[in-house]
Each structure stands twice: as C-alpha cells, then as structure tokens.
C-alpha cells in the first residue's frame, strides 16, 4: 500500500469518538490545511470511524471502515494497515468501533509534536502541534463536555476541537475544520447515516465558523437536543 507523498503534510488534530447512549460515531479535525475534511474523517454507523492524518494515506479510511464491518479490532486493524505501507513511519491514523474500542498510531517520522491518547470511547491525536498538552486538552473537554444536559457527540467532539486550540492547536496556525457524526438512518430523510456532515474549507477562524454552522444545521433540520441525543 503506498501512495505518493503529497507536498504538504495534513498537520493537525483530531479526535474519533463513540455515544455508548445513542451508537453515535464521528470524527472531528481542524488543521492548516486546505479542505480537510476531505482527507481526514471517515466514519459508517454501526461499524465505527477512522481518522488518517500527517502525510495522509486516504486508503486508511475506506480500508479500515471495511475491516471494521468484518468485526477486526481497531489495533489489529492498524497493524495490518500499517504493515503493508512503506511510508507508515510518515502517518497518523486512529481508529475506533462501535463498541468504543480504540487505537491510535504515529509514525516515528511525524513531525513534532506529534502523538496521540486513547481514552474511554475515544481517541485524540495530531502532528506539529504546540506540545503534549494541545491533545491532552482535547481528552480533557471531551470527557467534561459529556456532562453537560442536553447535548450530544458533536457537541463533545465540538469542545474537544475549541480546547485544542485554546492550548495552542496546531503550530502553523488554522485554516479549516470538519464534523462529521453518523447515526444509522439520521441523516437527510432516514435515506443515510449523515447525521451530521459539516466542513470549513478556508477559514480563518475555523472552529468558530463551525460551530456555527452546527447550530445552522440543527435549526434547518429541526432537531432537538437531548439527554439522549434524539432527533
């Protein structure tokens, strides 16, 4: 498995994560980097979410979601994608099921900061960031914000993203962001899983224009938070 290197690593920071409540799966990311949310997230309901970063193999994401749905662990998953690459020592990947089970990976060769934490239905990770504690935010809020009444997987994932970047977030500075949850049967007319899908593709406050655009999209659809997630 080996893919060109592209001119540009994806730097950035992101977190895949699982609702125990409501099955939700999701990935969120923000990076200086043009269009992430087409290179970083990927996520199916009821199988789980793979996030692949730093000189992003792609194929990690459809690869991984399929090994997945055969019921592999998100380790073993990592391992067998990561075997097969040649440039493995460049990337940064993460991946969780729809148990909560979740494993992380980053190459030696990383820029620095680069590393990760895995957590309880969750995990964060990012390269050339402001330090350690940019990802340790990230597992901090994440965890907080689950407390909080009436909310949800993207407000979590949300507040993960803001805390990152209150710790310094990516050294290169922000450009774009994404959101992406999965819901079986939540998204457009119960046709897919989109539950939501969310990007900011050039922006230079990104995490704000997001979260804006959360609260948009829940206007539009008419959804109503719960303590459950509900629609």
């Known amino acids: 498995m080996r893919t060109p290197r592209p001119a540009t690593p994806v730097a950035t920071y992101s ?49 991984g979601l399929k090994q997945l749905e055969s019921r592999r662990a998100p380790q073993k998953i990592i391992e067998r994608l990561t075997s097969r690459d040649k440039e493995r020592d460049s990337r940064q990947v993460a991946v969780i099921d729809a148990k909560g089970r979740a494993a992380a990976f980053t190459g030696t060769n990383c820029f620095a900061w680069a590393g990760h934490f895995v957590g309880t239905n969750f995990s964060v990770q990012g390269n050339i960031l402001a330090g350690e504690q940019v990802i340790r935010a990230m597992a901090e809020a994440f965890s907080t914000a689950q407390q909080q009444p009436d909310s949800e997987l993207a407000d979590w994932l949300m507040a993960a993203l803001d805390a990152a970047e209150k710790a310094g977030g990516d050294r290169r500075g922000r450009q774009s962001a994404a959101l992406l949850v999965v819901r079986d049967q939540g998204g457009y007319g119960d046709f897919n899983d989109r539950y939501v899908d969310l990007r900011v593709e050039d922006n230079a406050e990104p995490i704000q224009e997001l979260a804006r655009l959360l609260q948009l999209h829940r206007r539009f659809t008419g959804r109503v938070k719960d303590a459950g997630g509900g629609r």
Do not use: C, H, M, R
């Open 15 to 63: 977190i895949v994560a699982f609702d125990p409540k409501t099955g939700d799966l999701g990935v969120a990311v923000q990076s200086k980097f043009f269009g992430v949310g087409s290179v970083v997230p990927w996520a199916k309901a009821k199988v789980g979410a793979v996030a692949t970063q730093a000189y992003a193999n792609t194929t990690y994401g459809p690869e």
